[in-house]
């Protein structure tokens, strides 16, 4: 097939990884974890990382003994229909992170940047934008994203140091927030916020070999969880936690606040050019993989003639919630039920058979 390649090194991986799971930081995320964990949110973004980068672990045991992407693993252990049935369900995951994130950046972008322009439009330009990007293909799309990543990490922790005069260490307390235990379980739900993590199992097949699928869970994953940790720890210190919940968009308007001296007062419109990139970079990548998948599964020589009509569609489907609300509701039920199978029931089921398989010392024919 022709979107088939092994030339994705250790920094492709690591840009993938991160790009996907960094974006939360950009929108209502950090707020509605410390609405849930207090004054401890940053504790439970820790846990919720970590769990996901052991699942993420267990896929790539299951890699590592049997070389292959996502289906071609699935169906050599469970069989043809389960691994149609998994792709399946990854395409519509994939799919549904794609129509969420689109959704969020578009309203965002209305209310931080152009409040003038038309709601469809700005749908319209992240769908062109993200259709046009599609065709270069996951290696140049991870190139991009591997040279946008040290201008956003470096960025936000520009931004955290920039905040320096506003922390108040004293909003930290009381320490323990909602509860410590409510803090580690809150993370079961939260971890569902990575749920384009299996992107690396996805596509394992585009990589070179299985360190650097190692490299980009520990690096990509550990760098998005430091920067997010940080992020609502700092959230939590400049505005407090009854403040906080109320924020929108937490990011954005704490680099409202920073101000270098009375000629550079403003410093947030950088930053909007900012997460708009990642914006754009994050829904290539959920469309790309679920693609990459459809492709997979009816044998596709090449997904470019699927971009222009899933592109469309899926813009189509991020119009339909009439409201914010609706969208937040939408999302609530994905994140606290249908996202949770793909980050803990597929790579734990996978990896039991994996077991099952060296047991009973069979193997499976190469692809």
């Known amino acids: 097939m022709s979107f088939k390649n092994d030339r994705m090194g250790t920094a492709e991986g690591i840009a993938l990884i991160f ?7 950009f929108v209502t995320l950090p707020s509605e974890i410390v609405e849930a964990s207090g004054e401890l949110g940053w504790l439970s973004e820790i846990a919720s990382d970590l769990s996901t980068m052991a699942m993420l672990f267990l896929f790539i045991y299951v890699l590592e003994r049997f070389p292959g992407d996502l289906f071609h693993v699935s169906t050599c252990l469970l069989g043809r229909l389960c691994a149609c049935l998994i792709s399946i369900y990854y395409v519509i995951m994939f799919f549904s992170v794609a129509i969420l994130l689109l959704r969020d950046f578009s309203e965002n972008t209305l209310f931080a940047a152009l409040p003038e322009l038309d709601f469809h439009s700005a749908v319209g330009w992240y769908a062109v934008s993200v259709g046009f990007i599609l065709y270069f293909g996951i290696e140049g799309i991870a190139r991009a994203a591997y040279i946008i990543l040290p201008f956003s990490a470096g960025g936000m922790i520009l931004t955290f140091v920039l905040l320096f005069p506003h922390y108040k260490p004293y909003y930290l307390f ?17 971890v569902a916020t990575n749920a384009a993590a299996p992107l690396l199992a996805v596509i394992a097949k585009s ?7 190692r490299a980009a869970a520990i690096f990509g994953l550990g760098g998005s969880m430091l920067i997010k940790s940080i992020a609502i720890l700092i959230l939590i210190m400049v505005f407090g936690t009854s403040t906080a919940t109320e924020r929108t968009l937490p990011f954005f308007e704490m680099t409202r606040l920073i101000s270098l001296n009375r000629y550079i007062q403003r410093i ?4 909007i050019m900012l997460w708009v990139i990642a914006g754009i970079l994050g829904i290539a990548i959920s469309l790309y993989m679920g693609l990459y998948l459809i492709t997979r599964l009816v044998n596709l020589p090449t997904m470019k003639p699927l971009i222009p009509l899933v592109t469309l569609l899926l813009a189509q ?22 996202f949770l199978i793909g980050i803990y029931v597929i ?4 990896f039991a058979a994996t077991l099952l398989k060296e047991k009973w010392g069979t193997k499976c024919a190469s692809e």
């Open 19 to 25: 790009t996907m799971t960094i974006t939360t930081v």
């Open 174 to 190: 009381p320490w323990q927030g909602t509860g410590i235990t409510n803090a580690l379980i809150k993370n079961g739900v939260l």
């Open 317 to 338: 489907f991020s119009m339909l919630p009439p409201d914010s609300a609706s969208v937040r509701a939408l999302e609530s039920i994905l994140v606290k039920g249908y």
């Open 268 to 271: 947030d419109s950088i930053f």
């Open 347 to 350: 790579p734990i089921l996978l």
């Open 207 to 213: 990589f070179q070999s299985i360190r650097v699928l």
